[in-house]
């Protein structure tokens, strides 16, 4: 059983930057491929950034490549997210997830979630 708990989020201008944090349970967090999603009112969830466990090889969104570095620090069993050049179409709540195994680079992938923080950003 894995426990995400998403932190950081807030209220931005166009331009500026942010990190979120998310901050997980469990001994084998080092084990675990993490990733980042997002939400809109009225979208479906979608694929921000991912990174692997072994290899740490990450994988981007083509809405934020060049903007975004999703990172880990597996002794302090925590993930980040740097947003940098933030936009107002970057504005949504984001999900932490991780899965030991994800079956498709999608939300139906992952089995863990965290609860979400909010991103605003205005323009």
């Known amino acids: 059983q894995v426990q995400l708990v998403e932190s950081g989020g807030g209220l931005v201008q166009a331009g500026d930057s942010m990190r979120l944090s998310c901050a997980a349970s469990?001994?084998?967090?080092?084990?675990?491929?993490m990733g980042w999603f997002r939400q809109a009112p009225g979208k479906e969830r979608e694929f921000v950034a991912a990174?692997?466990?072994?290899?740490?090889?990450?994988y981007y969104a083509v809405s934020v490549k060049g903007r975004f570095t999703i990172s880990r620090d597996n002794a302090k069993n925590t993930l980040y997210l740097q947003m940098n050049s933030l936009k107002p179409e970057d504005t949504a709540v984001y999900y932490c997830?991780?899965?030991?195994?994800?079956?498709?680079?999608?939300?139906?992938?992952?089995?863990?979630w965290g609860q979400g923080t909010q991103v605003t950003v205005s323009s």
């Open positions: 997830a991780a899965d030991l195994n994800p079956t498709r680079p999608s939300a139906l992938g992952y089995r863990y």
């Open positions: 469990g001994r084998t967090y080092s084990m675990y491929v």
């Open positions: 990174i692997s466990g072994n290899t740490l090889n990450t």
